[in-house]
């Protein structure tokens, strides 16, 4: 008799290994959401200098990015790269907020309707995508929204748990179909995924320092 895969092992073990992450490194949730669109395509260390500029420039709040015009913004958050395109982005995010009515209290947007519609308004806004939306909806509003990204694929298709390739909806939907719908652990186990992504599970990974390498098919 075949047994379930475990979901929660790869979780445990990391917890036990790098410990808790304290995600998500933003101190409002606006700056969470703001964080969660500047980090598309970018190491964290550029988004942390690109959100200092804008706290210096007393930028770092949806009516003061909606004052701004789009080329001093995009100057502000330079370092993030891309910062034209992420210029547009945020934007369009503190009009999307403006238009919910929650502009000056942006986690107010989570009483505004429930997390499928959350959801399902976050998506249409210009530049946000599914792991936006995602990362917007656990670290900033703390509902229950697994993120999935490029280091998920990697780290659960190699430990063989999913195939890598499907969409991100069906790797969404076995996450959270096979785990406890709490946001903790949710927040906590996606840290933890891009923990291992950075260090030891790269492209070429580096399986002798590798906390999962014990059940892990695919080490090498
Ligand atoms: S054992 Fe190797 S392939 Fe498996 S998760 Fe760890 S680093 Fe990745």
Redesign the pocket.
Known sequence: MSRRPDWLR?YRTLLAHYGPQHWWPGETPFEVMVGAVLTQNTAWSNVEKAIANLRRARALSCGAILKRSETELAQLIRPAGYFNVKARRLKHLCAFLEAQGVARQPERLRDTGTLAELRHRLLAVHGVGEETADSILLYALNLPSFVVDAYTR??FG??GLIAGDETYHRIQAAFEAALPREVALYNEYHALIVQ?GKS???PR???G?????RF?????
């Not at 320092?209 to 390498?213: A, F, G, M, V």
């Not at 892990?216 to 090498?220: A, D, I, M, Q, S």
Request: aromatic residues 0%; hydrophobic residues 25%.
């Open positions: 790869p990697r780290i190699r430990l291992l030891a599970c790269r990974p580096r399986c320092e590798c906390p999962l390498r892990c098919p695919g080490r090498l």
